[in-house]
């Protein structure tokens, strides 16, 4: 084996839990017998923090530190995976023998990845642990904000903070010679208003985050911006009216409205539902699956943003994957068991919530770029139909493609102009079909803030969303005007 990439965590695990390349070489041979082909070992150790204000108070704070290993075997299609919260040289031990008991039930088969090593860059260099930052500072922080907020208007009658650090330091460990380590810091800050005027009451929603210093949030210039945007949205939707319904033209705004890109088109990329052919996008590499302009990147090499990873949870390290370039479907995220199966390389895309929990292809920064036309001339170019700014939730129905989006802040256009903020409007699709009809691009593209968190099979991971300016033709929205 050798040691590649950032190594303080290598040095942690080996100090505070007795983990030297013997026991860990003698791990992996015991995962490797009988007809195994590739095994791999992953240790973690996590420390976490949060402080919570509701009604101009703190009303709790909590702090515990998660740590574990686990053990995977490999044969063909199948793995088997044990796990630990306890770590040391013998339940190391255990697990493996576990782990390959339980792959070594299937046959061996599937064409080999090519491994890629260990990644020596850092793209997120902290010097303070953000979950070293006194409790103190955190709790000012929230407390700054409620009355910052409080003060913005008189409507405001409800004002919720937090703010969570966590520090995560993993070390993977395979046999065929890579040998991984990592330290990610991550912080987020989430902002909630309530405005009321009369019997109406409406909420306005705000957060950011990343893989950098704790300080960065302590910048009055940030959390105020938050506090400010929290306010705004409340008090518009005060005066939002119901959304029409029907099939009409759409705009959709820049940044975080890439939540519908990810959600609605990125995990049909993935690779084990294309390797099941269970994605509405199975089988067309090289074939035209979007409007001309469109391209579409996963890229997990952004410093500092919150869904990147100077390596994957396999030891892989992330890169830039374009997906669709200039319409034409060009490639899959993939891990390396899929990777393998599917005779191809691992994209650095394998990734997991825990220990706990085997690793599978899952995005990280994805965001479409952006196109060379004026967002203000897109808007005028439609004579009626919906802008959305943002979104809440949604639900996407991977093999089909079908997806059903809320959006939180949207507006009418008409002749050309915004008007009128709409409330209730939801717009309905299908991700392949919505690609085909993005008749122009804006040239502004915007990252989200920092506050993606993408759900799959009971597992949750940070990621990054991006969009520039969209017109789409003729898209269902669901409304509530009468």
């Not at 530190?65 to 793995?79: D, F, P, S, Y």
């Not at 330091?169 to 991984?180: C, N, Y």
């Not at 074939?287 to 869904?307: C, E, F, H, I, M």
């Not at 690609?435 to 691009?441: D, G, P």
Request: hydrophobic letters at 35%.
């Amino acid at each position: 084996m050798t040691a590649n990439g950032p190594t303080p965590a290598r040095a942690f695990f080996q100090d505070r839990f007795g983990l030297d390349d013997r026991s860990l070489g003698d791990a992996l041979d015991l995962a490797l017998e009988r007809r195994v082909e590739y095994a791999d070992l992953f240790f973690e150790y996590t420390v976490q923090d949060s402080v919570v204000l509701e009604e101009g108070i703190v009303k709790s704070g909590d702090r515990h530190i998660e740590q574990g290993m686990g053990v995977r075997a490999q044969v063909g299609e199948r793995q088997g995976y044990a796990h630990s919260d306890e770590v040391g040289v013998e339940s190391l031990r255990v697990a493996a023998r576990t782990a390959r008991a339980i792959s070594a039930e299937s046959a061996r088969g599937g064409a080999r990845a090519v491994s890629t090593g260990a990644s020596e860059r850092n793209l997120y260099p902290v010097g303070e642990s953000p979950t070293d930052v006194p409790v103190e500072s955190k709790i000012r922080l929230i407390e700054e904000i409620d009355a910052y907020a409080r003060a913005r208007d008189p409507r405001v009658v409800e004002v919720m903070a937090s703010c969570v650090s966590q520090q995560r330091q993993v070390l993977v460990v395979g046999s065929d010679g890579t040998l991984a380590s990592d330290v990610r810091p991550l912080v987020r800050l989430n902002v909630q208003v309530i405005t009321q005027d009369g019997s109406r009451r409406e909420v306005g929603y705000q957060g950011c985050g990343g893989r950098y210093e704790f300080a960065k949030l302590l910048e009055p210039d940030r959390w105020q911006a938050l506090a400010d945007e929290a306010v705004r949205t409340s008090l518009l939707n005060l005066e939002a009216l119901p959304c029409p319904a029907g099939s009409m033209t759409v705009v959709l705004g820049p940044g975080w409205p890439g939540i519908l890109l990810h959600e609605a088109i990125g995990h049909g990329l993935e690779g084990d539902f294309n390797r099941k052919q269970t994605s509405a996008f199975s089988g067309r590499l090289g074939q035209r699956v979007a409007s001309p302009g469109v391209t579409v990147v996963d890229d997990g090499t952004l410093p500092g943003r919150r869904g990147s990873l100077n390596v994957d949870d396999e030891g892989t390290p992330s890169q830039r994957t374009v997906l669709i370039e200039d319409g034409i479907l060009r490639g899959y995220l993939q891990d390396r068991l899929n990777a393998r199966l599917m005779g191809t390389t691992p994209t650095g895309n394998g990734r997991r919530e825990s220990y706990a929990h085997l690793p599978m292809p899952r995005m990280t920064n994805t965001f479409m770029l952006a196109g060379e036309e004026d967002p203000a001339d897109i808007v005028r170019s439609v004579d009626r139909g919906i802008y959305a700014v943002n979104f809440g939730g949604g639900q996407v129905d991977i093999t089909s493609g079908k997806f059903v989006f809320s959006a939180s802040e949207a507006y009418r256009i008409e002749g050309g102009r915004i008007g009128a903020p709409l409330k209730g409007a939801t717009l309905i699709g299908n991700g392949p079909d919505v690609l085909t009809r993005v008749s122009r691009i804006g040239n502004d593209l915007a990252l989200d803030r920092g506050v993606g968190t993408c759900g799959k099979d009971g597992q949750s991971v940070p990621v990054g969303v991006g969009l520039p300016t969209l017109r789409i033709e003729e898209l269902t929205v669901g409304g509530t005007e009468g």
